[in-house]
C-alpha cells in the first residue's frame, strides 16, 4: 500500500489580499479579486488552495516599442488607455488591468503627476476589473506620480507599483493608505530585501497586512529564471513554515520573457543552433513557460501581455488548481 | 542520503589526512563527500587497502542518493536518470538533469523514421559555452508485430548513439525488439499488472532497465515496483500514467508529488525515478498543431519542474524543443554557484595589435553572450573577462563587483598591456558599466569608449566607432 503524509511543518498560511472595491465595498470595481491565502505549496495535495491565479493584462500610457508578436494585438488601441484596457478585459479575459505611467519619466516625456493620474481616471471608467498602477521605474519621480494617482482612485483598492528600497517608499505606503489601495513590494531577487521592506512597511509605515502583495522580481527563461524560481519557492516555503515577514501573496513581472532574445529576435545569432523557428510561436510560449514555472513556484498574481500566453496560462493554472 | 554531516563520514575515512585525495585532510574531504562533489572512488587508500573495505561499502551505502540513479543506454550518451536527495533545488541541488526522449513509431515510412532519428540527434541549442541537446528516442510499436518492430529499431541504432527506449505492452514484441538492441542498454517500456512476469523476466534475462507502469494507482505501482525489486531487478522507472488535461492531469501531479515526497523521505520501495509523458497532450483532443504543441511544452515545463525524471514526447517545433531544454537546464543547474568562466583575456578570432580590446564579466552566461555575438558576427578582437565573482554586468555594477580596481587588476592578471600589445590604447566597455568611464581612464591610463548596453547592438557600434579617432 502506498503511504502518503502531509507536511506538518507548514502551519503558517499566507496572508489573503483583496484588490478592488465593489459598491458594497465603496468602489466602483465590477468584482473583487482576491490573492493568497494558501497554506501549502501550489496545488499540493497537503491542502486546498483558496484562490487561483489572476492575470492583469498591460496597458502603458503611451505608444512603446514591444515584440511583433505583441504588437499585433494592440496596434489599434495603443493609443488609446481605455480602449486598450477594455480589450484586454473583453477580448483577451483580463483579471485585471496595470496601466504603467512610463511617459511621466524625465528622459521619455517628462508627463507631470497631474496630467498622468488623468489616464488613471480613464482607464477606471473604460473597464469595471480591479488595476494595477505602474510609475516608470523612476525612483525621484515615482513617489509624486503613484501618490497623484492614489488619490484620483480613491476607494477603488488598486495595487500600487511599487515600493522599493532604493525611493520614497513611506511616501507611496502613505498614499495607498491615505485613499484605500494595496501596495507592491519590490525587490530584486533577494530574500533578506525583501524582509527588510516588507518589515518597513509594516512597522514604519503602519501597512496593515491584508494590502501587501511582493514582487521578489521575476528573470526570464535562460536569463536568470533560476534564480527567480528559487528565490520565489524559498520565500513561500519561509513563509509556510513562519516567517510572518515573507506570508504575502507574490506578483511576477513575467512580461519581461519578452526580453528574452529566444523571444523576439528573428531567428539565432548563431549559424550553429538548430533552426529556431518562426518567432511569432516562440515568443508566447517564452512567456508562458516563464510564468508557469513561477506559478509552480508559489506565485499568484501575474502581469502579462500576450493573450495566447494568458489564456494558456490560466487553463493550466485553473486545471492544477 | 542516510547521514548529512561531514563528521559522520568522517568516520568512514582513514583518517590519515595524506592528501591524495586532493584535499588537505580526511575532513575537508567528507565535507565534499557530503555535498556531493566529491566521490568515495576520490580516496585511493580507501578504494585501495583491503582493511577498508568495509568501511567503504558501509559509507557508500549511507551516501547513495535517496532517488535511485538508473542508466540508460551506452557510451557518450548514457542517459543518466534519478539520483536526487532533496525536494528543493535550493536545499542541495538536482543531479541527472530530466532526459527528454522523441517518440517514432514502427510504421513510419524508412525515410521519414531515419530523417527523425536524425533531427533528434542533430538539435542543439548553444548555452552559455556549450549545447543544450535532446537525449533519446523512444520508438513505438505501433504495428504490435514482432517482426515490424525489430527492424525499426535496427533502423534507429544504425542511425544514432542515443539512448531507445522500446515501448509496448506485448512481450513478445519487446523481445524481438531486444534482440536487435541487447547491446545498447535500452529501456523497457512497460511491464503493468497483466504483463509484469513477462516483461520482469525480459529485464533480468538481458539485464535492462524496466519501466513499470500503473495509471493512477499508487498502490498497484509500488507494488509493482517492490515485486520487481525483490526478483533482483534493480534498475526501475515508475510510470504513474500522465493525462493530459482536466482533473486526470490534476491527479498526475499530485501523483508526481506523493511518489517523490515518499522516496526522499526514505520509503525507499517507491524511491526510483519517474517518467512523464507530455505527448499525451496529442490525445487530449486539441485539434490544431500549434496549440497541441504548446499544451505539450506545458506538461513538459510542469513535469520538469515536479520531478519528471524522463519524459516522451513528441512535437520536435523549435517553439517546443527550446523552451523545453532550457527549462530543464534552468531547474537542474547548481543554484550553490554561478556558472563562471575563468577571469583571463581572450581572443575572439584572429586579433592583432589594431583590434579593439573590450571587457566583460566571468559570468558565464554574460560572457558567452558577448563572445557569440561578436564571433558570428566576424569581429575579431580582444575579449577580457573580468572576475565579478560569477555576477553579470548590471547587477555587479549594482553590488561592487565591477570597479575600475577589478579591471586594472584584470588585466594585470591577463599580463595584457595595452600599451604594448595594441597600437590604440582604447578599452570598450560595457553600456551598462558606463558609470565606471572616468575611474578606468584614470586607473588604466588607456582611452575609454563605452559600448552599447547589449553587445547585440557591437557590429553597428564598430562599424561608426571603429577604429577610433
Ligand atoms: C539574474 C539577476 C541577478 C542574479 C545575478 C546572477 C548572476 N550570476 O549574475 C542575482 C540574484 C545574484 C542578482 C543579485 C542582485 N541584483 Co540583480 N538582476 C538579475 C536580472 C534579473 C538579470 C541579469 C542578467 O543576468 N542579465 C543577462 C546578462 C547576460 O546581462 P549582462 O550581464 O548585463 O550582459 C549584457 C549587457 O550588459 C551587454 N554586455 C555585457 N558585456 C558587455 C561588454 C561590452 C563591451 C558591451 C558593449 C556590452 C556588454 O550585453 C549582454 C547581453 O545583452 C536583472 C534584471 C533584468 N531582467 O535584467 C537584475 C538586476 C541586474 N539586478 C539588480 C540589482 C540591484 C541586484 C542586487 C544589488 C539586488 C540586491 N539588493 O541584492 C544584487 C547584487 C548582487 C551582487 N552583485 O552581489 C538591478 C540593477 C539595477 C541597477 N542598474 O543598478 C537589476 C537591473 C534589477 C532591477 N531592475 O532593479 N541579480
Ligand atoms: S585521500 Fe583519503 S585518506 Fe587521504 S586525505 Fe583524502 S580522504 Fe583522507
Redesign the interface.
Known sequence: ?????NFAEWATPIQEVPIGNTSADGGSRGKRVLVGGEKALP???DAVMPNRNQVTIDVFDMRIGLAKAVKENYDEVMDSPGEWAKKNVEKFNADMITIHLISTDPLVKDTPAKEAAKTVEEVLQAVDVPIAIGGSGNPQKDPEVLARAAEVAEGERCLIASASLNLDYAKIAEAALKYDHDVLSWTQLDMNSQKELNRKLMKQCNVPRDRIIMDPTTAA???????A??NM??IR?AALMGDEELTFPMSSGTTNAWGA??SWMVS???????????RE??G???E??TG??LA?AGNDLFMMMHP?SVA?LKH?TQ??? | MKINSPLEAYKYLPQTNCGECGEPTCMAFASKLIDRSGKTTDCPPLVKEKKFAKKLAELDKLLAPEIREVAIGVGDRVAKIGGDDVL???KLTFFNKTKMFFDVTDTMEEAALVERVKKIT??????VGR?LLLDGVAIRAASNDPAKFAAAVKKVIENTELPVILCSFNPAVLKAGLEVAKDKNPLLYAANKDNWKEVGELALEYKVPVVVSAFND??T??SLAKTFAEAGIKDIVLDPGTYP??KG??DT??NF??IR??GI?G?TE?AYPIMAMPLTAWMSGISDP?SAS??E??LS??FT??YGDIMLLHSM???????EV??A???Y?D?RSPVAVDSKMYKVGTPDENSPVLFTTNFA?TYYTVE??LA??GINCWLLAVNTDGIGVEASVAGGQLTADKVKEAFEKSGFDLKKDVTHNTVITPGLAARLQGDIEDKLGAKVLVGPMDS?RLPGFMEKNWPPK
Open positions: 500500500k502506498f503511504s502518503f503524509e496545488f499540493f495535495p527563461l535562460g536569463y536568470g529564471l533560476d534564480y524560481y528559487t519557492e524559498r516555503l532574445r529566444e539565432s545569432p548563431l549559424k550553429e543552433d538548430s533552426d529556431w523557428g518562426p510561436y516562440r508566447p510560449i517564452w508562458i513557460v508557469l514555472s509552480i495566447t494558456v493550466i486545471t492544477l488548481f | 528543493y533545488r535550493h542533430d538539435y542543439k541549442k548553444f548555452y549545447n499508487l498502490d505501482l509500488k488535461s482536466g492531469l490534476k501531479f499530485t508529488l506523493k515526497r515518499a523521505m520509503d517507491i500549434v504548446y499544451w511544452t506545458v515545463s510542469v519542474i515536479r517545433e523549435p517553439y517546443a524543443t527550446m523552451p532550457h527549462l537546464e534552468t531547474i543547474t543554484p552566461l557569440s555575438d558570428s558576427n547585440g
